[in-house]
């Protein structure tokens, strides 16, 4: 008989799509997918080493944020909250990655669940790392404002084709949104601290 040489790969992003629209990134597993498209787990990885090169090749995403974070990083911290921005404008002005991540929404998931997923991918493969390399404090809280703010501007201008800043050009988008990243990403900036119920700062002496 001759040899079945049909490229599965389609059917596991299918099956990808589904299980990350549904659980998000944070809680989909490279088993679970596998489970989802009815192959073993060591069929999945033949073809993606990892959960992160499953999630950019169900999106079709134009730029691997492995390789993008050196990048981003080398120039220093002058500028890093500008080059962000336009990382991930550029990530998703690409027609056929916002038609994945539509696709994740077809595929089952929630709008709300979809745009999770991203979030928990761009900040994991994204800005956690950049964080730690820069050290700042409040790591934690800044990453999750961070890849938040990113993915929302991204969404709303992409996606949701919000306006005016569906139809606002990259660098003024870059203009307005860079110097918010830039200031959550200087470690000499201080985060807020929490407010008690009676609206001063947390621990304040009345």
Known sequence: MPEDVTDPRSGLLDAARGVF?????ARTTMKGVAAAAGVAPEVLRRYYASKGDLFAAA???PTDPATAVPTLLAP????????????????LDDPQAR????????????AYSSTRALQEYVESAV?????????VPDARM????ISSYLVGIAVGRYV???EPLASASDEHVVRLVGPVIQGLLDPRTDLPGPRDDSGGQAGETP
Do not use: K, N, Q
Request: glycine fraction near 16%.
């Open 160 to 162: 949701a084709r919000i």
């Open 127 to 135: 800005v956690d790392r950049i964080v730690a390399a820069i050290g």
């Open 21 to 25: 629209a549904a659980s998000g990134y």
């Open 99 to 110: 038609a994945d991540l539509l696709g994740l929404v077809r595929a089952g998931g929630s």
């Open 59 to 61: 999106l079709r995403l």
């Open 142 to 145: 800044r990453a999750a404002l």
């Open 76 to 91: 220093g911290l002058e500028g890093l909250g500008d080059r962000l921005v336009r990382f991930m404008l550029t990530t």
